[in-house]
């Protein structure tokens, strides 16, 4: 009953910054969390930052600093701001959203997005 719908991938040099979206649409009532997976090639998806309702967030240590996840919930919408990008973070990145008032790697929320891909070139 949930769609999100991503936005922003692309390819970018090293050292860039790409800017990715996520709109949430339908029974967006009882989304609490919201947040970016990431899946490289050869990787396991990993957790890369969410966000609470009230602006809590969190992050995988090798994108602190460099990142910045926001929300506007009056438009059911994430935000994933990736400046000094690198080649490692090449991968397909999926917005995640539900009922869970927090992530984990293993432990998303139900609602996923289709996945957008980012292409770091160095």
């Known amino acids: 009953q949930v769609q999100l719908v991503e936005s922003g991938g692309g390819l970018v040099q090293a050292g860039g910054s790409l800017r990715l979206s996520c709109a949430a649409s339908g029974s967006i009532f009882n989304i609490n969390a919201m947040g970016w997976y990431r899946q490289a090639p050869g990787n396991q998806r990993e957790l890369v930052a969410f966000?609470?309702?009230?602006?809590?967030?969190n992050y995988v240590d090798s994108v602190k600093g460099r990142f910045t996840i926001s929300r506007d919930n009056a438009k059911n919408t994430v935000y994933l701001q990736m400046s000094s990008l690198k080649s490692e973070d090449t991968a397909v990145y999926y917005c995640?959203?539900?009922?869970?008032?927090?992530?984990?790697?293993?432990?998303?929320?139900?609602?996923w997005g289709q996945g957008t891909q980012v292409t770091v070139s160095s």
């Open positions: 995640n959203a539900g009922r869970r008032l927090i992530m984990t790697t293993w432990a998303p929320a139900e609602y």
């Open positions: 966000i609470t309702r009230a602006g809590s967030t």
